[in-house]
């Protein structure tokens, strides 16, 4: 069965600084990755995604994500933190019948 | 360009009263979801409806109800509430249930508590 894990309950980093959310992965077949983001009382946003083609993908608010299949991994990463990016982080994969399974989040705490 | 909206963005509810969800998009889309969000466990699948007409069990459909009344509008009942259906409830839609290339588009969420 299709899974995700995101190993952190909450990662910290300074403003400025690069950060790395991990996520990893288990599926049959061809994995369909995804990231969101969820901002205080508010719905999940689209950040992106990874279908095939190069490994590194690119998104939205600077945000880039690293597939890598030996390792089964997704990690999402920008290389300078501010501090509006404090927020819920959520990885997921297509599941069964097309249907987004999310990993339980990463809250992303960004220090002045 | 309101996008998803559901209604209300507030309820409590007491043991065993019953009440709906209201949720309706204005994208076109033709897949729509709801997900219920829980601390620690990320998002989970209640129901989901792939167009206009059908509708299919999500990963917790148990004590869930849920109507495609339009293309637009995709209601969630909750016919018995417990206190274990306390949660942050998020409408959701996507063009096209079979795409691997649409992402999904939320609501804000409903916040129930069940006393």
């Known amino acids: 069965a299709q899974s995700v894990a995101q190993p952190e309950d909450q990662v910290n980093v300074a403003e400025g600084n690069p950060l790395t959310v991990k996520c990893t992965y288990s599926?049959?077949?061809?994995?369909?990755l995804f990231w969101y983001v969820q901002y205080p009382n508010r719905g999940l946003q689209f950040l992106l995604k990874y279908i095939t083609g190069d490994n590194l993908v690119k998104g939205s608010y600077g945000f880039e994500a690293e597939f890598n299949k030996s390792q089964t991994s997704f990690h999402l990463k920008k290389p300078s933190a501010l501090v509006s990016d404090s927020a819920l982080y959520f990885c997921a994969v297509k599941g069964g019948y097309n249907k987004l399974i999310f990993g339980a989040g990463t809250r992303l705490a960004v220090h002045p | 360009n309101a996008g998803v909206t559901q209604t209300p963005k507030f309820q409590v509810l007491k043991t065993g009263q019953s009440m709906t969800l209201q949720c309706a998009q204005d994208m076109n889309h033709n897949s729509m979801y709801w997900y219920r969000q829980d601390p620690g466990m990320g998002l989970r699948l209640i129901y989901y409806s792939a167009s206009e007409g059908t509708t299919d069990k999500g990963e917790v459909p148990n004590g869930y109800n849920v109507s495609r009344l339009n293309k637009r509008e995709f209601s969630l009942r909750l016919e018995s509430a417990a206190p274990s259906q306390t949660s942050v409830y998020f409408c959701?839609?996507?063009?096209?249930?079979?795409?691997?290339?649409?992402?999904?588009?939320f609501g804000n969420g409903t916040r129930l508590t069940v006393t």
């Open positions: 959701a839609s996507s063009q096209s249930e079979s795409s691997y290339n649409s992402p999904l588009h």
């Open positions: 599926v049959s077949g061809n994995p369909y």
